[in-house]
């Protein structure tokens, strides 16, 4: 049976602190309580919360480091729920989850913006259909016609009338001739394969669609002031796409299969059947969304640090901390990803790029490996000191 306990903090008391481990969060009952994450930038990230509010929920829900300070601004009562308590508590209660899952979306895309403005150092690109069209000319610039492809009809089917259209529609007309691009519109399919270097969705294309990768790995990213920021490099069980599916608005950015990709596809109809049959499932997704919402949150705090070699090591210890090793992990531990894709996830210059690479390689905390070039940590525990403390010094 679930119980659950009540717990009081007095007015100027701390109920979570920035890199503390917590394996609960809190509900509130009364009272307000002043929430600053990680990364916050001019005022940003600080939320005022009141009944009904959650707090600590990413971190504690993610199994990570608290990214918040959360300080009571006056008496406060509050529900304390362990994360193990969790599954049980949504199988009692499906609007908790519900708000849940619609507060991380919420969060997820104020976070992507913020991310956004400051890795690419310009404000959001717009999000009117033109913008599709730039990503399927970025594309085919760069001498990949299959991603291309796909851009460019979904630019035709915004039914935008300029001059870019007949550009578009001369050159899709020539690239489906040989793309091998799958899926330019939605089908019944609960599951999709999709060939490498393959676009699933474009950044700002209507669509309502979540995605569970069953095998490979997709990339997310987006194209900006002519050149692509990797967000992050998804793989097997990770869930994306969930925040045009929860909000309906278009998406924030582009899903682009990294290797050959399994997919398994679930729109509005099967996800409002989960909600009320399959909690385990929703309690995965809240899950997923807490982790890639404290990634996020973690990169945002990365751009603020200026040194690029530096910036790079953060972002690598980033990964060793979502793989979430035991403590003290001290052996070789090998990352499915190069000293280029690290450079593209930090948004480095394009100029200084193959320089900072360069650098990077002959860093101490890691080794590459011979035939893919992939990156291999010598001393994970060592690394995340490293970078702990060169996050320190920007905040």
């Known amino acids: 049976m679930l119980q659950l306990s009540f717990v009081n903090y007095k007015q100027g008391s701390y109920l979570t602190v920035e890199g503390k481990v917590a394996d609960r ?30 707090v600590g929920v990413v971190s504690c829900m993610a199994g990570m480091s608290q990214i918040e300070n959360s300080l009571a601004m006056s008496d406060v009562v509050a ?5 193990d308590q969790y599954p049980e508590l949504i199988k009692q209660n499906t609007p908790i989850a519900m708000k849940m899952i619609r507060t991380f979306a919420a969060r997820m895309r104020g976070v992507n913006e913020m991310l956004m403005h400051r890795t690419a150092a310009a404000a959001a690109a717009d999000s009117n259909p033109n913008s599709i069209f730039n990503v399927g000319a970025f594309y085919d610039h760069q001498h990949k016609p299959d991603i291309a492809a796909f851009a460019y009809y979904q630019f035709l089917k915004t039914g935008v009338r300029n001059q870019n259209t007949e550009i578009a529609k001369r ?17 019944a399919d609960m599951t999709r394969r999709y060939p490498e270097e393959t676009m699933v969705f474009c950044e700002n294309q209507s669509g309502a669609e979540m995605f569970i990768i069953q095998s ?16 992050a490099i998804l793989k097997k069980g990770d869930m994306f796409g969930e925040m ?27 996800f409002n059947q989960m909600v009320t049959t399959q909690p385990q499932m929703i309690a ?17 705090t990365n751009t603020r640090i200026n040194d690029p070699i530096q910036q790079m090591l953060d972002m690598l210890a980033l ?26 996830m930090c948004g480095l210059p394009e100029k200084e790029k193959l320089q900072y690479v360069y650098e990077f390689r002959k860093d101490s905390h890691i080794k ?15 690394l995340i000191k490293h970078a702990a403390f060169a996050r320190s010094k920007v905040r």
């Open 216 to 231: 490979g790995q997709v990339k997310i990213g987006k194209v900006v002031d002519g050149k692509e920021v990797t967000f």
């Open 79 to 83: 529900i304390a729920v362990r994360r």
């Open 244 to 270: 045009a599916l929860l909000e309906n608005k278009p998406r924030s950015a582009s899903a682009i299969a990294n290797e050959d990709c399994i997919l398994m596809v679930v729109n509005s109809q099967n």
């Open 171 to 187: 050159r899709f007309i020539e690239l489906r001739k040989t793309t091998k691009a799958v899926y330019f519109e939605p089908t």
């Open 319 to 344: 990964q060793v901390e979502k793989a979430k090793l035991p403590p003290n992990f001290m052996r070789d531990y090998r990352i499915g990803l190069t000293a280029q894709d690290l450079a593209d």
């Open 25 to 54: 969060f809190f509900i509130i009952q009364v009272g307000k309580v002043r929430c600053e994450r990680q990364g916050a930038v001019s005022g940003s990230g600080v939320d005022i919360l009141g009944p009904g509010d959650f």
């Open 284 to 300: 995965r997704l809240t899950t997923t969304l807490a982790e890639r919402l404290w990634s996020m949150s973690r990169q945002l």
């Open 368 to 382: 590459i490996e011979p035939d893919t070039q992939k990156l291999i940590v010598t001393d994970c525990a060592e």
